[in-house]
């Protein structure tokens, strides 16, 4: 079984500064990662997602994260943060040969004007 | 792109009462579409895997009979709080694979509030 422990629970930043939010994931096997963000009362939008290839991903909204095999890392940033970027972030993985998606407890991360 | 839509998004029932909440994948085929729980604050609880044509897959802890799943059509499937208490008050998301395997990516619905008052 996956799974994934974010260390954060909130993470204040304020505005147009760099922000990292941190994800450690375990895994017996192979894994796919990814980064899902949540607006208050909706569901979950996908902000990129780490399959193979280059550890270095590249999402939407300029959010970047990279896969880190040696440190079980996925650990997501962004250069400068918006007001726009409040939200709750959860980081989630799954097993390459399997459907389900295991979740860590989210970090809710709230841009400072 | 992939689009899941969940209705209603926002339901109020009584204690005792039932209430069902639909999840359709809009511009693909789901053979297989999951239910989530959120608590306040919380992280996402799978609760079962709903296959198409085949009884739905339950995590450990989730009650089938209160938690009825229907996953009649490639589009469709359905979630069942039956006898709705206070308790079941929460937040559910359903989400499907376009594509059928994961490296696509998962698709969210919009969520459901649940309150029973």
């Known amino acids: 079984a996956q799974s994934v422990t974010q260390l954060d629970s909130q993470v204040p930043v304020f505005e147009e500064a760099p922000v990292e939010l941190r994800c450690n994931y375990s895994?017996?096997?192979?894994?796919?990662l990814f980064w899902y963000v949540q607006y208050p009362n909706q569901g979950l939008q996908l902000l990129l997602k780490y399959l193979s290839g280059s550890t270095l991903v590249k999402g939407i909204n300029g959010f970047e994260a990279e896969f880190n095999k040696s440190q079980t890392s996925f650990h997501l940033r962004k250069p400068s943060v918006h007001i726009s970027d409040t939200a709750e972030y959860f980081c989630?993985?799954?097993?390459?040969?399997?459907?389900?998606?295991?979740f860590g407890t989210g970090t809710r991360l709230t841009v400072i004007p | 792109g992939a689009v899941v839509s969940q209705h209603p998004s926002r339901v109020i029932c009584k204690s005792g009462t039932s209430v069902k909440i639909e999840c359709r994948s809009l511009d693909f085929q789901a053979t297989t579409m999951f239910w989530y729980r959120q608590f306040p604050k919380q992280s996402l609880m799978l609760m079962a895997t709903s296959n198409e044509g085949s009884k739905a897959t339950y995590e450990q802890g989730v009650e089938k009979d209160k938690f009825l799943i229907n996953h009649a059509s490639l589009t469709l499937s359905t979630l069942t709080v039956t006898s709705a208490h206070p308790e079941d008050s929460s937040f559910y998301i359903c989400s499907a694979i376009p594509g059928g395997g994961t490296n696509y990516g998962y698709t969210f619905g919009s969520g459901t509030r649940l309150t029973v008052v």
């Open positions: 895994s017996s096997v192979s894994v796919y």
């Open positions: 989630a993985v799954s097993g390459t040969g399997a459907n389900n998606l295991f």
